[in-house]
């Protein structure tokens, strides 16, 4: 699934966010695209952007509390992926992003996915 995500750093930290898109993505972690080559051995916030099941409704935001694994550029995307392990979810986040994810591989996903 290839889902919007915005990777933003704790304040203090001199960086901006930066958006990006899923390119692949589980309950523990995710492969993100983005088009600068960010890294940071801290803590680090995604935002999730999880496009609806059904035309009409919104997109949910799922906050993430994780660290980056690795930074490579893939010449496949021409973009650098990013891997990210979660190691905390906002509020519900962990209950909604399973069941999303659930509902996709089961086959129910409409257009909603790109």
């Avoid at 801290?42 to 935002?47: G, K, Q």
């Avoid at 409704?57 to 490579?72: A, D, F, H, P, S």
Wanted: glycine content about 8%.
């Amino acid at each position: 699934m290839h889902w919007d995500v915005v990777v933003a750093f704790d304040e203090g930290v001199a960086r901006p966010a930066f958006k990006g898109r899923t390119n692949d993505i589980s309950i523990a972690g995710a492969s993100i695209l983005t088009d600068t080559n960010i890294y940071a051995t801290n803590l680090v916030t995604l935002l999730l952007a999880i496009p609806p099941m059904n035309s009409g409704q919104g997109k949910t935001i799922v906050e993430i509390r994780g660290r980056m694994r690795y930074t490579v550029h893939s010449s496949e995307h021409c973009r650098f992926r990013i891997g990210f392990h979660f190691e905390s979810f906002k509020g519900d986040g962990r209950a909604v992003l399973e069941t999303s994810l659930a509902r996709r591989a089961m086959g129910r996903s409409v257009q909603t996915e790109s």
